[in-house]
């Protein structure tokens, strides 16, 4: 469990919170299934901290540093997390339903079996973040940075995915049913055994791409050959 003093320190203030880290940069804090739902913690010094289990449901988390973080398991459903830093963090099966993730850094983060549907992922940076098995369904990844990002096996039903960047992604197994990819870059990804039915694929790049039946690709006008 937390360690209560931790608990009630950050409770009173990310001034105080933040100072005391920096003085005691030797304690990994302890936040283990903390409850810290609806509070503001924006600009709190959260790297490297073990949240595993945390409620963290409509906090608010902008600008946040949540670096190599553990958020295991962790509810934060409806949390406002605007470019906050998740460079590195442990989201395993965390629970991110409606979440706003606008311009956040999600790199090389493990969001393994999250839940991401709804969430609000525009602009952010996913590059080479593992999302293998989320659910995502109605998620927005507009124009987000998804380059070298595993989507095996994610549920991605109508997550619109319209000018983002997915050169090289690994989409393969995933269901893509009624998703936007309009406009995006998949050069060099893999949509191999992915559902693409009905998905709005307008002017996507798809070169080198590999398609849903294992072939690949150097044509960039192929929607009506892959969306069958």
């Known amino acids: 469990m937390a360690n209560a003093e931790q608990v009630a320190l950050l409770r009173q203030g990310v001034n105080d919170w933040n100072n005391w880290r920096i003085d005691n940069l030797a304690v990994t804090p302890d936040l283990v299934a903390a409850d810290l739902s609806g509070i503001s913690l924006q600009f709190a010094n959260l790297s490297s901290v073990n949240l595993s289990g945390a409620n963290l449901e409509g ?19 409806l949390a406002d997390l605007i470019e906050a830093n998740l460079h590195s963090t ?3 099966e965390a629970c991110l339903e409606g979440a706003d993730l606008y311009k956040t850094t999600i790199t090389e983060a493990n969001l393994q079996g999250a839940n991401l549907c709804k969430a609000i992922v525009r602009r952010a940076n996913l590059s080479k973040a593992n999302l293998k098995a ?25 997550a619109n995915f319209e000018s983002s960047n997915l050169i090289e992604a690994c989409l393969e197994w995933s269901n893509l049913l009624e998703a936007s990819l309009k406009k995006a870059n998949l050069c060099r990804a893999s949509l191999y055994k992915a559902n693409l039915c009905k998905a ?29």
């Open 59 to 77: 906090t608010d988390l902008r600008n946040a540093n949540l670096r190599g973080a553990c958020l295991k398991l962790a509810n934060l459903r």
């Open 200 to 228: 709005n694929l307008q002017d996507a790049l798809f070169k080198h791409t590999t398609l849903t039946d294992g072939t690949v690709v150097d044509d960039a006008a192929l929607s009506a050959n892959i969306s069958h």
């Open 90 to 92: 442990d989201l395993q």
């Open 134 to 158: 989320t659910e995502a369904r109605l998620a927005d990844f507009l124009q987000a940075n998804l380059m070298r990002t595993n989507f095996y096996m994610a549920n991605l039903y109508h």
